[in-house]
């Protein structure tokens, strides 16, 4: 352990791997739904745009696990909650109740990721 005074100690990115890892779910859910005969979303374009959706989550979880600190993360934050919330938006709109559950777990790992775990700085 350093005693210099610009010490950090590294970031622990639970809420950005919850997001990543969900993120997949819910992609998996959707993108089976869309596919499905008779699932009744089977190509429409709002499966399309909670898809991508779900995809940006994941980009958006993996650039908050390459980023420690700034104001780029904290941009990357802004955009999780717009993203999360949009998306579980159009997931609700589309009944898929267990594409929305698991965006629900994916607002709680934006809520760790934004109030949790910051880095302290040793005096």
Request: with cysteine; aromatic share 12%.
């Amino acid at each position: 352990m350093s005693t210099s005074a610009g010490y950090a100690p590294p970031r622990r990115h639970t809420g950005a791997y919850i997001i990543v890892i969900t993120a997949l779910i819910a992609l998996a859910i959707t993108a089976w739904r869309f596919f499905t005969p008779l699932s009744g979303v089977t190509d429409s374009g709002g499966a399309m745009v909670t898809m991508l959706g779900e995809f940006v989550l994941f980009i958006l979880g993996l650039l908050l696990i390459k980023h420690e600190f700034g104001g780029l993360r904290s941009f990357f934050v802004v955009l999780s909650w717009l993203a999360v919330i949009g998306t579980l938006f159009g997931a609700v709109l589309l009944h898929g109740w267990w594409t929305a559950l698991v965006l629900v777990v994916c607002a709680a790992g934006v809520v760790i990721e934004t109030f949790c775990g910051k880095p302290t700085r040793s005096a």
